[in-house]
T-cell receptor, first 110, second 114 residues
Framework: TQLLEQSPQFLSIQEGENLTVYCNSS?????LQWYRQEPGEGPVLLVT?????EVKKLKRLTFQFGDARKDSSLHITAAQPGDTGLYLC??????????FGTGTKLQVIP | DAGVTQSPTHLIKTRGQQVTLRCSPK?????VSWYQQALGQGPQFIFQ???????QRGNFPDRFSGHQFPNYSSELNVNALLLGDSALYLC?????????????FGPGTRLLVL
């Protein structure tokens, strides 16, 4: 069974601060996605990383896939209240079966 | 281009009843996956349908069943509902012919079992 552990579970920070969310597993994934989900809505895809060591940037968000494709991180620079939400990592391992992480609930206080 | 749509948006049932949830995939997608998400947790994979057959299944009992139609839309059926089945049910679509194809999620159906 593939498991993805995210840390921290909860994060409450002031606007303008930086933060990093981690996603770790003992399993290798062919690709890894990061989603953001707002209450009552489905997850919205932020990025997909497929190559070990890959780094992708999306405005103030930086995503990194571990060299061994077992872990990933999401770094947000100068967090804004609009970044508030549940951040989910999800790993794909063949036939598109997706395993979701435990989630990180982020609150950015104005 | 319509994204993934799900119906109904909200549903209230009582224990022991049966429920059917519906999903229409994004245009051009032929694969539908269903997930259950409890409040504050990550989605849990229920099963995936491709070419009208269940291709993969997660750790869910047989009370959870599904179907995919020739137009690629899908249904999720849950029999003998339990209080613990209360959750957000998400449908995701993708292209089954691409191994690393990204899934796109619908807004979900919020099910409350009383």
């Amino acid at each position: 069974t593939q498991l993805l552990e995210q840390s921290p579970q909860f994060l409450s920070i002031q606007e303008g601060e930086n933060l990093t969310v981690y996603c770790n597993s003992s399993s290798v994934f062919s690709s890894l996605q990061w989603y953001r989900q707002e209450p009552g809505e489905g997850p919205v895809l932020l990025v997909t990383v497929v190559t070990g060591g890959e780094v992708k940037k999306l405005k103030r968000l930086t995503f990194q896939f571990g060299d061994a494709r077992k872990d990933s991180s999401l770094h947000i620079t100068a967090a804004q209240p609009g970044d508030t939400g549940l951040y989910l990592c999800a790993g794909s391992g063949g036939y598109q079966k997706v395993t979701f992480g435990t989630g990180t609930k982020l609150q950015v206080i104005p | 281009d319509a994204g993934v749509t799900q119906s109904p948006t909200h549903l209230i049932k009582t224990r022991g009843q049966q429920v059917t949830l519906r999903c229409s995939p994004k245009s051009g997608h032929d694969t539908v996956s269903w997930y259950q998400q409890a409040l504050g947790q990550g989605p849990q994979f229920i099963f995936q349908y491709y070419e009208e057959e269940e291709r993969q299944r997660g750790n869910f009992p047989d009370r959870f069943s599904g179907h995919q139609f020739p137009n690629y839309s899908s249904e999720l059926n849950v029999n003998a509902l339990l209080l613990g089945d209360s959750a957000l049910y998400l449908c995701a679509s993708s292209s089954g012919s691409v191994v690393r194809e990204t899934q796109y999620f619908g807004p979900g159906t919020r099910l409350l079992v009383l």
